[in-house]
């Protein structure tokens, strides 16, 4: 696994805005990607997951965009909350290994200022 | 309903010192593992265990050892803890057919001075 350093991408936004999230991963070969979130001094908790065959998938107040072209994954939150705070991790389930064994990206930072 | 239940919460260890970090689901999943997280980092997986009685490497296996007990339980050892050991470690357990949710521990902050 790479090494990327201690400083995270920040997202600051005020109460009520949309916050899009991005992620770009590098293996072709991943059956799904996966959002989770993690709150401080908290385990990760899934979002929404996407399968590699789909460009978006809504669920509630969150949608995912995945654009294979350019390798590239968005989380899309509306109308967030102050209780959105938490850093936010892309995941990738590579094809033929279960589905908890996670590859994750850097995370982003998001604070939502009332 | 607790999920995934893993203790200590907190650990302090000498270098040199062995510990044991236990891991349990109620969740009836096959498949457990063990990861750990570094300052400003993605979690990177330590070992996995896809059913009962098989584990395997992950991506950083050195320095650790694994046992999954039965289906409910998976334990990560620290045979000769280093201070690079020092991070927050994560379990999760998941199914592996259906929904692709992993779900996950609180986390063990282990110091390793």
């Known amino acids: 696994g790479e090494s990327v350093g201690l400083h995270l991408p920040t997202l600051s936004v005020q109460e009520g805005d949309n916050s899009i999230i991005n992620c770009a991963y590098s293996n072709s070969a991943s059956d799904y990607f996966i959002w989770y979130k993690q709150e401080s001094g908290k385990g990760p908790q899934f979002i929404i997951d996407i399968r590699s065959n789909m460009d978006k998938r809504q669920g509630q107040r969150v949608t995912v965009l995945l654009n294979k072209t350019v390798k590239h994954l968005s989380l899309q939150i509306a109308a967030t909350q102050p209780g959105d705070s938490a850093v936010y991790f892309c995941a990738e389930i590579r094809s033929g290994t279960s589905y908890g064994k996670l590859t994750f990206g850097q995370g982003t930072i998001l604070t939502v200022h009332p | 309903n607790a999920g995934v239940t893993q203790t200590p919460k907190f650990q302090v260890l000498k270098t040199g010192q062995s510990m044991t970090l236990q891991c349990a689901q109620d969740m009836n999943h096959n498949s457990m593992y063990w990861y750990r997280q570094d300052p400003g980092m993605g979690l990177r997986l330590i070992y996995y265990s896809a059913s009962e009685g098989t584990t395997d490497k992950g991506e950083v296996p050195n320095g650790y050892n694994v046992s999954r007990l039965n289906k409910r339980e998976f334990s990560l050892r620290l045979e000769s803890a280093a201070p690079s050991q020092t991070s927050v470690y994560f379990c999760?357990?998941?199914?592996?057919?259906?929904?692709?949710?992993?779900?996950f521990g609180q986390g063990t902050r282990l110091t390793v001075v």
């Open positions: 999760a357990s998941g199914s592996t057919t259906g929904r692709v949710e992993a779900f």
